[in-house]
C-alpha cells in the first residue's frame, strides 16, 4: 500500500501524542512549551532586546546556572533530553572514499559490516527512511570523591520518537519525554535543535549527522563515517569480540564549535564491530569542554557516552537494529571543586517500532529549518550564548 508523506506525518502525530499519553499513564495534559524551573533562562526570553552591554555578563551567568542543573534532581528531565534526546555525532559524513586511501584493515571490517547489514541495496535506490520508537531514560546519582551519591533511577522517565531522514545528509526527529518534546534537524547545510527551555539554536562547527541514526538504524550512513576511521585492534565487549574503529574531530572543527566562554577540547568515538557477525554492536564516544569565568579558575566537563546496539531484524532485506541501551557519565572536574569531582549518570534503553523506506512525497522543504535562525532575527552573540553549554555540543 503506497502511503503518502501528509498520511505519514498525521500518523506520526498521533503516534507521538498516544504513546506519550500511554507513557504518562493517562495524563491527558498538553505537551508543555515553558521552562522548567529555571527563571534566568524565562527573564531572557522576555527581555531579549537588553543592551548589547549586557551579552558577556549573562553569557557566563547563563552557563553557571544551567550548568547546576546537571546536579539538580529537579531538572532530571531537561538534562535527559539534552543529553541523551538528540546528541550529535562527533564527525562528518564522509564522501566515499576510493579504495586505496582506506586503511586495510578499517575496510575489510566495513565491507564485511555492508555485506552482513546488505546495505548495498540502499544505495541508488532507497531516498528516504522513517522510523518510529520508544524510549526510557533515567538519571542515576553517582558517588564522587565525597563519597557522596548513592543509587537513583526510581523515576524514570518514558517517551517516543520518530524520524526522517533524506540521503544523503538531511534529518529531522522529534522526541517527546515526560509531557516535554525536542526537535531538531538538518537540510544539509546547518543543524539545529529546538527545546521548551532554549527555544531554536543551531549547532556549531560542520554538519554532523544524528548519533540516533548511526546507532544501527542507518547502516550507510555507518559505512560512510566509518570508511576513514583509525584501525584500534580488538577487543571483547559482552563476551563479544570485536573490531575497534576510532574518529576523532579535527581541530578545525573543534575551534569552530568553541567560543570566548566554553572551549571544546575533544570529541572522539568508537565503533565496535562484531568479529562474527560484522554487525556494529557497540558505540562509545567522549568529549571534554573547558569552561572558565574571567578571573577565575577553569572547570572542566567530560560527557562519555556508552550504546550497546542489538536485536537486527530485516527491513525490505536490510539488517535494522531494533533496540539497545545507552549510558552517560557526566563529570564535572577542577581546581576550585573541593569535594573533588562531581558525577552524574543517565541512562536509556529504547526499541523501534517502524522502519519504512522511500515514503512518498516527502521532499527537501520537510527540512527547511525554522525561520527564527535567520541571522536578521538573532544576533550571533545570542546564538554563542544559547550554544555554549557543553551539553549542547
Partial sequence: MCVSFHAFSSLCAVYLKFHQTEADMGRLAPLSEEPINDEDEGNYNSNNNSKKGFHSWRNWNWIKTHFSLVFNKKSNLKILLSVLGCPLFPVSVHP?????????????????????????????????????????????????????????????????????????????????????????????????????????????????????????????????????????????????????????????????????????????????????????????????????????????????????????????GVMIAHAGSSTALITRFGDNLKAGPAITRLEESWTIDDVAFNVPGLSRDCFIPPQELQRDSCSEDDLDRRRSSPLHR
Fill in 96 to 316: 566515499k572514499l576510493p579504495l586505496n586511501e582506506v586503511s586495510s584493515s578499517a575496510q575489510y571490517i566495513i565491507q564485511h559490516f555492508r555485506a552482513t547489514t546488505g546495505c548495498r541495496k540502499l544505495e541508488g535506490t532507497v531516498k528516504n527512511v522513517f522510523t518510529t520508537g520508544k524510549v526510557t531514560m533515567v538519571v542515576m546519582d553517582e558517588l564522587g570523591s565525597n563519597g557522596g551519591g548513592g543509587g537513583g533511577g526510581v523515576n524514570s522517565e518514558k517517551g517516543c520518537f520518530v524520524m526522517w531522514q533524506m540521503v544523503p545528509d538531511k534529518w529531522q526527529i522529534e522526541l517527546v519525554l515526560g509531557g516535554k518534546k525536542v526537535v531538531a534537524g538538518s537540510n544539509g547545510a546547518i543543524a539545529w535543535r529546538h527545546t521548551p527551555w532554549l527555544g531554536v539554536h543551531a549547532a556549531k562547527g560542520a554538519v554532523r549527522p544524528l548519533r540516533r541514526a548511526l546507532q544501527g538504524l542507518d547502516p550507510l550512513a555507518v559505512s560512510s563515517v566509518f570508511c576513514a576511521a583509525q584501525y584500534m585492534g580488538e577487543k571483547q565487549i559482552s563476551d563479544i569480540d570485536c573490531f575497534v574503529l576510532k574518529l576523532s574531530a579535527d581541530q578545525k572543527d573543534l575551534v569552530e564549535r568553541s567560543d570566548n566562554t566554553a572551549e571544546m577540547i575533544k570529541h572522539a568515538i568508537f565503533g565496535y564491530f562484531s568479529q562474527r557477525s560484522g554487525l556494529l554492536v557497540y558505540l562509545e564516544d567522549s568529549y571534554l569542554t573547558r569552561i572558565q569565568a574571567p578571573g577565575s579558575h577553569p572547570i572542566y566537563w567530560e560527557t562519555t557516552m556508552s550504546t550497546k546496539i542489538e536485536d537486527y531484524r530485516a527491513v525490505d
